[in-house]
């Protein structure tokens, strides 16, 4: 399928946006080793996905603290504070520019996470970059993780454009062939990942970083 420039860009947010790092500090606050997190939050998203695939539902909180109490011998109170640092989250130093380059383009930019309520919208205003995202979405409005293809969908509908007017920006690769699937353009780029999975074909775009993944965007053809 021949893409064109999108009039909407949807950015991931945990890793893709904000820095995961506050989490693993509270981590080693919690006595576990910082590498602990990659593990953890691999499985809070095995745990998501899974439920999702069997047509039940759980919220992002809830898997990460079930992939904790799995991985680790914290204590309730423990894996909660360790949750909480979610909350801490900040931008990493390439989004910014990343951001108003689209904006200043003339493209609408949101957050589409399968997060908690609050979370991007507190790292946005953190990293003082909120006037440059029109709206911020979790798939827990409906009940969904992504790369079930109802996220997608759901997220194109709320801003009012049809999905192949819509890209999805995202550092994992399922991510991106999630919102492929629904007929989104996808953009990956190199960031929690190194390469993107070759078992899921060939990304639209795919870039070693945000601003270049921003840029290839911007350079498709106009519709």
């Known amino acids: 399928m021949t893409r064109t420039r999108p009039d909407v860009v949807a950015f991931d947010v945990n890793e893709t946006l904000l820095d995961l790092a506050p989490v693993r500090a509270a981590l080693v606050e919690a006595g576990e080793p910082e590498s602990l997190l990659r593990t953890v939050f691999a ?14 539902w759980c919220r992002f909180r809830d898997a990460f603290d079930a992939a ?24 990493h130093a390439d989004v910014e520019p990343a951001l ?3 904006t200043e383009a003339g493209v609408r930019v949101v957050t589409l996470s399968h997060g908690s309520p609050g979370v991007a919208e507190a790292g946005l205003e953190r990293g003082g970059i909120t006037p440059l995202v029109e709206r911020s979405m979790t798939s827990e409005t409906i009940r969904a993780w992504k790369p079930s293809r109802e996220v997608y969908l759901w997220a194109a509908g709320i801003c009012d454009v049809a999905p192949d007017r819509m890209a999805l920006v995202a550092a994992h690769g399922w991510d991106v062939l999630g919102a492929q699937r629904a007929g989104l353009t996808g953009a990956w780029f190199a960031r929690s990942e190194r390469t993107f999975p070759a078992v899921y074909g060939e990304p639209d775009v795919q870039a070693p970083d945000l601003a270049g993944a921003v840029d290839a965007l911007l350079a498709l053809p106009p519709r």
């Open 43 to 56: 499985r809070t998203l095995l745990t998501g996905f899974a439920a999702a695939a069997v047509g039940s």
């Open 68 to 91: 904790l109490a799995q991985e680790s011998e914290l204590s309730a109170d423990r894996r909660a504070s360790v949750a909480d640092a979610f909350g801490e989250l900040a931008p």
């Open 100 to 102: 108003r380059r689209l």
